[in-house]
């Protein structure tokens, strides 16, 4: 069955480096990855979608790779602040055609010091 | 755009009581709607999958008869635990896709933090 990880389940940076956090996956070849960032007693919130046919994706001050020969992607927050700071989350479409169900990653929770 | 909202936020109920929670896409059409549970510290584990008017699809392990999904209008999906035991305490979260707003994407609710003592 398809596996997801995030190999840091916690990164403290710098504020105003960047921070890179990981997402490896097995097992299939997804269309397309995404990546949510999730506060504290909240619900996910939608960051990035990158596509299997994308090297990179860029939003403001976030940047995602894919590469599916490695079957990993990197998010990366330029510049990182205090009010970056929350669990951010690597998901992955189940495999089979037109199917919309994700698999989450567990998580890394970035903390960035002032 | 692409807003959905949960009710109640948080609710406390006794062991052996019911409890409804209520998933609404307040400017969408939401026509499936996702389900899942979160325990401190973990991912999120999808529990159900329900599109607009049918039945619910349930994920292995996850029993339909204690956690009743309806999903009656392409706005509204409600999540009922059935006689509830202090294991289903947990934090459930709904999400929602459409027509009209990035089809890969779940936008997703702000949680219910469900404690039963």
Not at chain 1, 28 to 50: E, K, N
Not at chain 2, 45 to 67: I, R
Request: hydrophobic residues 30%; contains cysteine; proline residues 5%.
């Amino acid at each position: 069955s398809q596996k997801i990880e995030q190999n840091s389940e916690a990164l403290n940076i710098q504020e105003g480096k960047t921070a890179t956090l990981t997402c490896n996956y097995t097992n299939y070849s997804p269309a397309y990855l995404q990546w949510y960032r999730q506060d504290p007693g909240r619900g996910p919130v939608f960051l990035l979608l990158i596509r299997e046919n994308e090297k990179e994706k860029r939003k403001e001050r976030l940047k995602v790779t894919f590469d599916t020969t490695l079957k990993q992607s990197l998010f990366h927050i330029t510049a990182s602040q205090p009010a970056d700071s929350a669990t951010y989350l690597c998901a992955l479409p189940y495999s089979g055609a037109g199917s919309y169900q994700l698999t989450f990653g567990k998580g890394t929770k970035l903390s960035v010091i002032p | 755009g692409a807003v959905v909202s949960q009710h109640p936020s948080r609710v406390i109920c006794k062991s052996g009581t019911s409890v409804k929670i209520e998933c609404r896409s307040l400017d969408f059409q939401a026509t499936t709607m996702f389900w899942y549970r979160q325990f401190p510290k973990k991912s999120l584990m999808l529990m159900a999958t329900s599109n607009e008017g049918s039945k619910a699809t349930y994920e292995q392990g996850v029993e339909k008869d204690k956690f009743l999904i309806n999903h009656a209008s392409l706005t509204l999906s409600t999540l009922t635990v059935t006689s509830a035991h202090p294991e289903d305490s947990s934090f459930y979260i709904c999400s929602a896709r459409g027509p009209g707003i990035s089809t890969d994407t779940q936008y997703f609710g702000p949680g219910t933090r469900l404690t039963v003592l």
